[in-house]
C-alpha cells in the first residue's frame, strides 16, 4: 500500500524545546517537502529535497532543520529558535520537481 | 513578484447546486497549474493538473479551466454534494532556472461550505 505518511498527528510541545517531527514515503519520489500552514494564509514551503543528502531552504526556513539520509525519509526538527512554531505541518513527495505532489496527513504542532 | 489570488475567501452553497471557484496569477515562467482539495485537518489531495496548452481539465463532477493569456483559472463544481465542504487550492509551478529549481507558489484557498 504506497503513501506518504506523517507522524505524529498532534504534538504538544513546551516553549524551548526542539522537535521532531516524521515524514515517510514508499512511492519511491525523489523529491520531498515540508511545508507549514496557518490559518487563512496559504501553504508555505520550510524545506525541501530532490535527492538523497541534499536538501534546500524554502521560503521560511529560520528555526527548522531537516535531513534527507534516506529516499524514504525527511525528517523535520522545529527549534527552539523558531519564534511562532504552532502550526500545521506538511509534509510531500513528488517523483520529479515539477511532478504532481503527494501529501501527507499533517501534523499539528502546539507550542504550550 | 510571483503570486496567486483566490476567489471568494469563502463561499457557501446549498446541496445539488454548481459552484465557480477562480485563481489569477502573475507567476512567471508558468510551467503548470494545480488545484487541490483539502479537507480540514487533512494533506491536500490532488484534483487537476493543467500545463500552458491546456484549456480545460475534468476530474468528475470537477472541471478547471484555465487561460494562460489573461492568467486565470476556474474550478466548476457540478451537482454539488456535501463531501465537497473543503478547502480549495490553486498551485502555480514555475519552470526551472538556470540556477534555480521550480518554485511553487500556493494560493491562500477557498473555503466552500455546502448546505443540506
Known amino acids: 500500500d504506497g503513501g506518504i505518511t506523517q507522524s505524529p498527528k498532534y504534538l504538544f510541545r513546551k516553549e524551548g524545546q526542539n522537535v521532531t517531527l516524521s515524514c515517510e514515503q514508499n512511492?519511491?519520489?525523489?523529491?520531498m517537502y515540508w511545508y507549514r500552514q496557518d490559518p487563512g494564509q496559504g501553504l508555505r514551503l520550510i524545506y525541501y529535497?530532490?535527492?538523497?543528502?541534499?536538501?534546500q531552504k524554502g521560503d521560511i526556513a529560520e528555526g527548522y532543520s531537516v535531513s534527507r539520509e534516506k529516499k524514504e525519509s525527511f525528517p523535520l526538527t522545529v527549534t527552539s529558535a523558531q519564534k511562532n512554531p504552532t502550526a500545521f505541518y506538511l509534509c510531500?513527495?513528488?517523483?520529479?520537481?515539477?511532478?504532481?505532489?503527494?501529501f501527507g496527513p499533517g501534523t499539528r504542532l502546539t507550542v504550550l | 513578484k510571483n503570486q496567486v489570488e483566490q476567489s471568494p475567501q469563502s463561499l457557501i452553497i446549498l446541496e445539488g447546486k454548481n459552484c465557480t471557484l477562480q485563481c489569477n496569477y502573475t507567476v512567471s515562467p508558468f510551467s503548470n497549474l494545480r488545484w487541490y482539495k483539502q479537507d480540514t485537518g487533512r494533506g491536500p489531495v490532488s484534483l487537476t493538473i493543467?500545463?500552458?496548452?491546456?484549456n480545460t481539465k475534468s476530474n468528475g463532477r470537477y472541471t478547471a479551466t484555465l487561460d494562460a493569456d489573461t492568467k486565470q483559472s476556474s474550478l466548476h463544481i457540478t451537482a454539488s454534494q456535501l463531501s465537497d465542504s473543503a478547502s480549495y487550492i490553486c498551485?502555480?509551478?514555475?519552470?526551472?532556472?538556470?540556477?534555480?529549481?521550480?518554485?511553487?507558489?500556493f494560493g491562500s484557498g477557498t473555503r466552500l461550505s455546502i448546505q443540506p
Open positions: 512511492l519511491n519520489h525523489d523529491a
Open positions: 493543467m500545463t500552458f496548452s491546456e
Open positions: 529535497s530532490q535527492i538523497v543528502n541534499d536538501f
Open positions: 510531500a513527495s513528488s517523483k520529479g520537481d515539477r511532478d504532481r505532489e503527494f
Open positions: 498551485v502555480v509551478i514555475t519552470l526551472p532556472g538556470y540556477s534555480n529549481a521550480s518554485k511553487i507558489i
